[in-house]
């Protein structure tokens, strides 16, 4: 079993910047493509950014230029780096990763972590 931990959310001042972190922890592993992804309350979960295995990035377009995702496979950890907040940028995110077990592969999700920006 592998369990995601989000750290870093909290409330910032519009032009701040914050970084989530997502740390798995567990049984062996290996972490394959990694996201994170935000949802409002009454609104779908939407993808914020992602990475690939191959390290290769894709961004939301309300966010691309700002946010920056990255990953440290030697920790086990994703980050999503936030710059130029803005108050629509409120809302709880959540970090996934496709995690390999063995010969199996199963996509965990974060416990999410609010992030309120003010204006």
């Known amino acids: 079993q592998v369990q995601l931990v989000e750290s870093g959310g909290g409330l910032v001042q519009a032009g701040g910047s914050l970084r989530l972190s997502c740390a798995a922890s567990g049984s062996t592993f290996s972490i394959n493509a990694g996201g994170w992804y935000r949802q409002a309350p009454g609104k779908q979960r939407e993808l914020v950014a992602a990475?690939?295995?191959?390290?290769?990035?894709n961004y939301a377009d309300s966010v691309k230029g700002r946010f920056t995702i990255s990953r440290d496979n030697a920790k086990n950890t994703v980050y999503l780096q936030m710059m130029s907040l803005k108050p629509e940028d409120t809302p709880v995110y959540y970090c996934n990763a496709e995690v390999k077990i063995g010969v199996h592969l199963y996509s965990y999700w974060g416990q999410g972590t609010q992030v309120t920006v003010s204006s």
């Open positions: 990475i690939s295995s191959a390290g290769s990035t």
